[in-house]
């Protein structure tokens, strides 16, 4: 059997770049919650990114999402 990749989603600017993996996402909301510049939302139970450029690129989300659903990329 042929595994496939993980389907991402990301979001990026010129700073950072920010991928969510919604088949790992529980949708729990810890990220969006920690997130202290909002950058983060949720729809259909999945989280999404609102607004990138709000991003300060602390990693906070990607350091404490338990299911490893999202991951920030500094692009300097
Ligand atoms: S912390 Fe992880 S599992 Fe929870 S909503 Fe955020 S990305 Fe999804
Ligand atoms: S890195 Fe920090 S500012 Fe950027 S989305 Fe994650 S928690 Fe929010």
Known sequence: MVKTAEKMVSTENDKVKITIIPRFCK??????????????????????VVDVDKCIRCGQCELRCPDFAIFIEKKD
């Open 27 to 48: 949708g729990c909301e810890i990220c969006v919650r920690l997130c202290p510049k909002s950058v983060l939302g949720m729809e259909m139970f999945k989280v999404k």
